[in-house]
């Protein structure tokens, strides 16, 4: 480990791209010196600092390399502007013409490129680019939010360079025309374009490249001369067409095109079942290790890229179902038919009634590929794709086509609308159901009682466009509903209220038995607001089914970002509420709220810390002034045992106290700022453990904003957390960078097998717990996990400690399997056989064989149950021999020993009493924040016998059953040995299948 400081430029930690930039104002005045013309001496500027951005080893001092580069570009320049007068007198006469043509030409490719994308994507372009609107002011017009905006314009230009590539002939050809334009005096919207053909070009580079409109293509800037803007004598038809100016001294350019030419093509045809070409099908081209080409197809259905060597193509379009095929050689042509694929439909009833044309369902798709040796990562190309909703059609129809054969995925319901399945049937959920491949399903549901919320700004009583909205509420039987949170839906909510007790829920699917409202809680936020505002709503209120919720607007407050030089920082935030937008190139920004709800502030290369008092107003003629001083990142190296990346998972950071500046934890504005994750994080009372997951490409780990002065301890971690390798680094002051390595310890190595049945049936989606027979002897030995592919095949990489295994196997329909591995077997392939599991249907009976209704559990073992009518549980996936199946009436415990061969079981028990609790002037409030209410429970005939019950005001808590006795119960604040007595009581006699409230005082 070593730490550097930024004593000299070509040594310091600090990003070269920022020193250079600090250089322009020097640039630019030595160029006004150096040519008289103020246009000329841009240009020379705009060469000199783009030789710089290109510079791949950073110089000992950059003003003296600057000065040396700006001198030769202006008298080349000079040499250069005097050729051109004699161009242009010769084309004075007709000039003025061509450029106009040429203008037009360009603007008309513009304006079908833009007018071809979809909405919200042709909206936001042509806001943005062409009304020159920033994402905020966008959001605000559109009613989306900012970041929503940021996706929509990255998409909008992807699929705008997509639409050029196709109609231009390559990205050379349209960005060099478009390039060539604003070099030669024409003027179109350039930034867009620059911003298309960049791609993944830092911004720094992208500020002095477009400041002046004009894009140079620099490969040698120290000994070539800017190229001379080509002569617009001769108009071509389109855009496709036009010729880039390549001058001999760009000598690389043209090597690397004549390269790509020379590479051998691998075509792609997509067509459709009846042999027609799908126009916009997706296609990914990739090799044996998983390198992959994305592209779409044109007009005719073809794609068309440099490729060689074995590997894959893949297809998918919308209505279609997805495909691909392994290829020995990807040159030549291949043809890829998409077939109709699966579909799904059926009729949607309500009450009996077939529902109404545009109602909506919710479309949640999952499949997978079927194929061994693919590269890891393909299968997730086709995950979630197709629709996310549709809608009902006429006669209450809906139907989703196009959908893969190994089809996966939910249908959801309404919030309104609740499953009402058939007599004797019970679903799994009252609100979704599975997708199957069938055109005639029946989806019986019934109306819930619905109302309807407005969320509103309290001073212009318009509809919150991004707020939240959570509802609870109870219902005249005494039950209720947890609380459940609804997604954004434009400021209006038509909330429909469902059970909170599952054991009830099929009593919701008759209107006639459904309880009714008593009261509702809404809890309505968004950013923008001073907070949350709650309201009840009693069942006279929710009369006329509609209510409406006002927020209050939070102050807007501007503020400048500096650094400790007064140097504006651009794309610095502030963390409220929420994160703010980021600073402009003038270091300027806002943010929702005041000064006091400040909570951290941080910009790229700087720390992220809570702030100072700052001078200023908050105004914008007075902002607040920030300084923030400059980072001090961690950079942790990474190398595997045999030099090469490693194959470890994980990093971990362990200190004593919370490790970030402020000694604080991640925040949002550290996942805002830094493209970094935390993978996990454990804290304790001495100890605080971070993990951030390994990067794949073999690029070191670089940490920001850590306490200065902290003293870390970072380790190489492996799928299962034990450690490989790990050093101690001490945080370095701001402006300095502490660097360490570490290596792996050892080759990894690979634990895969096979899951099948009791036939030699492979079994798909078995979920596999692999960790330490002896977990005492490893302490941070912990568990993985995997999930075996549609061949039952199973793999875990990566592992480098050689212990003895425990592997757990469970899948649906099967026995828990348990399977030990030692130490000679861990590189073996494994064949793990399951074998099908017993089902038992447990009936709970009282003395007289009336039915009791209470929970089952199955002792000590993972099964899955299915309750069937009150008082009877199937049990499934039970293994052979004795099961122990239990209940329990407050802390009294029946059970019964069965043999789970025997497809039956009853279980006798007293018949209980049903507790129910009350407050006879409503609940009080706990008298500190984070307090809770307990209600304890004791049986006077028993004294030994004692139950707590936790928020007893909770809306949707069961009613306790109890064995019949005489009870005392009193309300207490606090859990257990540190709760207190309020003081209220009281005392009841329970009687055997009745229900008693005890109404405390």
């Known amino acids: 480990m070593h730490v550097t400081h930024p004593s000299h430029s070509a040594d310091s930690g600090e990003d070269p791209t920022s020193r250079l930039l600090a250089e322009a104002g020097f640039v630019r005045r030595l160029a006004r010196s150096l040519v008289r013309d103020a246009a000329l001496a841009d240009d020379v500027a705009q060469e000199t600092m783009a030789a710089g951005l290109t510079q791949p080893v950073a110089p000992r001092s950059w003003r003296d390399w600057l000065a040396t580069v700006a001198r030769r570009l202006a008298g080349k320049s000079r040499v250069a502007r005097r050729v051109r007068e004699v161009h242009e007198a010769a084309a004075a006469a007709r000039r003025p013409t061509r450029e106009t043509d040429h203008r037009l030409e360009l603007q008309r490719v513009l304006t079908i490129a833009v007018g071809s994308l979809t909405e919200p994507y042709r909206t936001v372009v042509t806001l943005r680019y062409f009304d020159d609107l920033p994402p905020r002011a966008i959001a605000r017009r559109t009613g989306a939010t900012a970041d929503a905006v940021r996706q929509q314009l990255r998409r909008g230009l992807a699929m ?128 044996a290790r998983g390198e992959s080409i994305e592209a779409t197809t044109d007009a005719d259905g073809v794609v068309a890229k440099a490729a060689s060597g074995p590997g894959m193509v893949l297809a998918r379009s919308a209505g279609h179902a997805p495909t691909w095929r392994s290829l020995d050689e990807r040159t030549g042509r291949h043809v890829l038919t998409l077939g109709d694929g699966e579909v799904v439909g059926g009729v949607l009833l ?40 549709v809608l009902v059609g006429d006669n209450g129809r809906f139907r989703i086509q196009g959908l893969p054969e190994d089809l996966s995925g939910i249908l959801w319901l309404p919030d309104d609308l609740w499953l009402s399945p058939d007599r004797g049937e019970r679903p799994d959920c009252h609100d979704r159901v599975p997708l199957v491949a069938r055109d005639d399903m029946t989806l019986r549901t019934t109306q819930l009682e619905v109302f309807e919320a407005d969320v509103v700004w309290s001073d212009t009583q318009r509809l919150v466009k991004a707020s939240r909205l959570r509802v609870r509420a109870t219902f005249e039987d005494g039950s209720g509903t947890s609380g459940y949170d609804l997604d954004p839906r434009d400021g209006h909510f038509r909330i429909g209220l469902r059970p909170g007790d599952g054991e009830r829920d099929l009593d919701w699917c008759d209107p006639v038995t459904r309880p009714k409202t008593a009261r509702v809680w809404a809890t309505a936020s968004s950013p923008g607001s001073t907070g949350e505002r709650t309201m009840r709503f009693e069942r006279a209120d929710l009369a006329n089914g509609r209510v409406t919720i006002e927020l209050d607007r939070a102050p807007c407050s501007h503020f400048v970002a500096l650094d400790e030089y007064d ?8 963390l409220t509420h929420h994160v703010s937008e980021p600073t402009d190139a003038e270091g300027r920004g806002t943010f929702d709220g005041t000064c006091d709800e400040v909570r951290l502030i941080g910009g790229p290369s700087h720390l992220i810390a809570a702030p100072t008092r700052p001078r200023g107003h908050g105004s914008a003629a007075d ?60 804290s304790g009372l001495h100890a605080f453990d971070v993990h951030w997951n390994v990067p794949r490409d073999g690029a070191p780990l670089t940490l920001h904003s ?181 209940v ?104 055997a299948g009745e229900t008693t409230t005890a109404v405390l005082r």
Request: glycine share 8%; proline share 8%.
């Open 160 to 287: 705008l360079r997509q639409r050029l590539d196709r109609d231009c002939g390559g990205r050379e050809r349209w960005f060099g025309a478009f390039a060539a334009v604003g070099s030669g005096g024409v003027t179109v919207p350039l930034v867009p374009f620059v911003v298309l053909a960049m791609n993944k070009l830092a911004l720094a580079a992208a500020a002095v490249l477009v400041a002046g409109g004009v894009i140079w293509m620099v490969s040698d800037p120290m000994a070539s001369a800017p190229p001379v803007a080509p002569a617009t004598d001769a108009v071509a038809p389109s855009l496709a067409a036009t010729e880039v100016s390549r001058p001999d001294e760009h000598g690389a350019y043209l090597a690397r095109e004549d390269a790509l030419a020379a590479l051998p093509k691998c075509e792609v045809v997509v067509l459709d079942s009846a042999g027609a070409p799908i126009e916009g099908a997706e296609v990914l081209i990739c090799d």
């Open 350 to 389: 309500v009450d009996g009634v077939q529902a109404e044309k545009g109602t909506r369902l919710g479309v949640m798709l999952s499949s997978s590929l079927r194929h061994t040796g693919a590269p890891e990562g393909l299968e997730q190309w086709f995950d979630h794709r197709g629709p996310e909703e």
């Open 567 to 574: 140097r504006p920082i651009a794309g610095a935030c502030v």
């Open 623 to 682: 902002p607040f002034v920030f300084v923030l001083p400059k980072d001090n990142p961690v950079v942790i190296h990474l190398a595997g045992a045999n030099g090469g990346a490693p194959a470890a998972d994980f990093v971990a950071v362990r200190c004593e106290q919370r490790p970030f500046a402020g000694r604080r934890d991640v925040s949002e504005l550290d996942r805002k700022l830094y493209p970094y994750d935390p993978a996990g994080s454990t």
């Open 706 to 886: 850590f306490e200065p002065g902290a003293t870390l301890t970072v380790a190489l971690l492996d799928c299962m957390r034990a450690e490989l390798d790990s050093r101690r680094v001490v945080v370095p002051p701001p402006e300095a960078t502490s660097e360490v390595t570490l290596r792996e310890s050892g080759l990894p190595f690979t634990v895969t097998g096979v899951i099948a049945d009791e036939h030699g049936r492979t079994i798909p989606r078995a979920m596999v717990q692999m960790s330490a027979s002896d977990p005492d002897a490893t302490p941070h030995f912990r568990w993985c996990h995997a999930i075996s592919d549609a061949s039952g095949v199973f793999s875990v990489v990566g592992l480098h400690q050689r212990l003895p295994l425990r592997i757990e196997v469970r899948a649906e329909g099967f026995r828990g399997l348990v399977h030990e591995v030692p130490v000679a077997q861990l590189e073996q392939p494994l064949r793990l056989q399951m074998a099908k599991g017993n089902s038992v249907t447990v009936t709970v009976r009282d003395p007289d064989g009336a039915a009791v209704d209470v929970p089952v559990t199955a002792h000590h073992l993972r099964a899955s149950t299915e309750l069937l009518t009150p008082g009877t549980t199937r049990f499934a996936c039970l293994p052979d021999g004795r099961v122990e199946f239990r």
């Open 888 to 991: 329990q009436f407050g802390k009294r415990t029946f059970s019964i020993e069965h043999d789970s061969a025997q497809p039956e079981a009853t279980l006798v028990v007293p018949r209980p009493a049903t507790l129910q609790l009350a407050a006879a002037n409503g609940w009080p409030r706990p008298a500190e924040q984070n307090r809770l209410l307990t209600a304890r429970v004791q049986c006077l005939d028993r004294d030994d016998e004692i139950v707590d019950i936790l928020q007893p005001d909770r809306p949707g808590t069961k009613p306790l059953l109890l064995l019949p006795g005489r009870y005392r119960v009193e309300l207490r604040e606090g859990h257990r040995l540190q709760s207190r007595s309020l003081g209220l009581t009281a005392e009841v006699t329970l009687t």
